[in-house]
Nanobody, 126 residues
Framework: QVQLVESGGGLVQAGGSLRLSCAAS????????MGWFRQAPGKEREFVAG????????YYADSVKGRFAISRDNAKNTCDLQMESLRPEDTAVYYC???????????????????WGQGTQVTVSS
């Protein structure tokens, strides 16, 4: 079992930056892949970024590529999402997710992920 708690959301102006953090509990953190999703009002939850168990492989949604960076620290049981050049369309509730993974594969659908945090609100004003 993995429990996830997000932090770092808030209100920022367009062009600004935010860093989200996901704190995980459970002894299996270093063996799970981590990811971030987001859900805007009236829209479905969408994939944002993913990282494998070691941190050696990352992948992103096209909409955030070049602006967001996912990272993890297995010693601290944390996974961060650094967000730069934020746009109003990045406004959403951001969710941390985890999945058991032996061989690296990308996973961009909700059902591929096993554990979820409660979400943190990010609002980007124009």
């Amino acid at each position: 079992q993995v429990q996830l708690v997000e932090s770092g959301g808030g209100l920022v102006q367009a062009g600004g930056s935010l860093r989200l953090s996901c704190a995980a509990s459970g002894r299996t953190f270093s063996s799970v892949a981590m990811g971030w999703f987001r859900q805007a009002p009236g829209k479905e939850r969408e994939f944002v970024a993913g990282i494998n168990w070691s941190g050696g492989n990352t992948y992103y949604a096209d909409s955030v590529k070049g602006r967001f960076a996912i990272s993890r620290d297995n010693a601290k049981n944390t996974c961060d999402l650094q967000m730069e050049s934020l746009r109003p369309e990045d406004t959403a509730v951001y969710y941390c997710a985890a999945r058991h993974q032996v061989i690296f594969t990308t996973a961009t659908t909700e059902r591929a992920w096993d554990y979820w945090g409660q979400g943190t609100q990010v609002t980007v004003s124009s």
